[in-house]
């Protein structure tokens, strides 16, 4: 899967990461429900790290299409809340297991 994170490009993430970066994301699911920011904060951070550590970055020119956008790590729980999936299971596809 391809994820842009804004302002810093786009990695590719295997599918064996998926179900870690969805119980990350899960935790900031439950940061934004409490409208906790140090919380929100340290979830959006521990997200965003895992998606570089565990992805492969592509290069600058590349032209792929990414299957996912994520916000940048300076990014408001409002600008956040805005990019949650319809779905009601936060900003990546899936359930963690």
Known sequence: MIMRV????QFQVGEAHLNRL?????????????????QFRAALGKLLDAVKEWGTPLPDD????SDLIL????A?????????RDEGDGL????PE
Not at 6 to 9: C, I, L, T
Not at 62 to 65: H, M, Q, R
């Open 6 to 9: 804004m302002g810093e490009g």
């Open 22 to 38: 969805n119980k990350l994301d899960d935790e900031l699911l439950t940061a934004l429900e409490a409208g906790d920011e140090g």
């Open 62 to 65: 590349s032209l792929e299409p």
């Open 71 to 74: 916000p940048s790590v300076d």
């Open 76 to 84: 408001t729980i409002e600008e956040v809340s805005a990019l949650l």
């Open 92 to 95: 990546i596809p899936g359930l």
